[in-house]
């Protein structure tokens, strides 16, 4: 079991931390911590604060990922997505929304608008070679078997 630290950032005493909405979910819903409403216009993109900062143990990453019911109805989605929080990351977490719908779209303080799931991130090291392994698949992609 990993151990994750929240911290709440001053003036967000009302906004819950991420938290998961059935025991076995997999993604810990994060709240809009807008001082006010903030309209997305269809096409427009917003970095959204969370009222929250985290430290977890160096083998983690956190992944910030669009909740489908938003993207499902309204089109809001998370552009980057999967939102990248690295281990050694103190400030706040933010999501960075993006109206891909038809219609103006209001996040208000508190609403659920995104998800955070953890991951382990393995260890590697990194060698540079001269020559890399063959393959049957080699330099093949991008849809080189057919579509
Ligand atoms: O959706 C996101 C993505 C990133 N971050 C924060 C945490 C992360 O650790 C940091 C840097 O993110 P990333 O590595 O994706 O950004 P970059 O564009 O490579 O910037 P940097 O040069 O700051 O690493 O920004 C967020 O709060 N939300």
Redesign the pocket.
């Known amino acids: 079991m990993y151990q994750v630290q929240f911290k709440r950032l001053p003036g967000n005493e009302d906004i819950e931390l991420p938290s998961k909405m059935s025991e076995l979910a997999a993604g810990y819903d994060v709240r809009a911590a807008v001082t006010e409403p903030i309209t997305l216009h269809p096409g427009e993109r917003k970095?959204i604060p969370?009222g929250f900062a985290m430290a977890m143990p160096g083998e983690l990453e956190a992944q910030?990922r669009p909740r489908s019911g938003l993207a499902f109805k309204h089109g809001i989605t998370?552009l980057?997505s999967?939102?990248?929080?690295?281990a050694?990351?103190r400030?706040?977490?933010?999501?960075?929304l993006v109206n891909l719908g038809q219609e103006p779209f209001t996040i208000e303080r508190g609403e659920r608008i995104a998800q955070m799931l953890f991951q382990v991130v393995p260890a590697v090291t990194i060698h540079e070679v001269e020559e890399l392994s063959d393959t049957i698949r080699g330099a093949g992609g991008f849809g080189h078997t057919g579509v």
């Open positions: 970095l969370t910030i998370c980057n999967p939102g990248t929080i690295d050694d990351y400030g706040e977490v933010k999501v960075l």
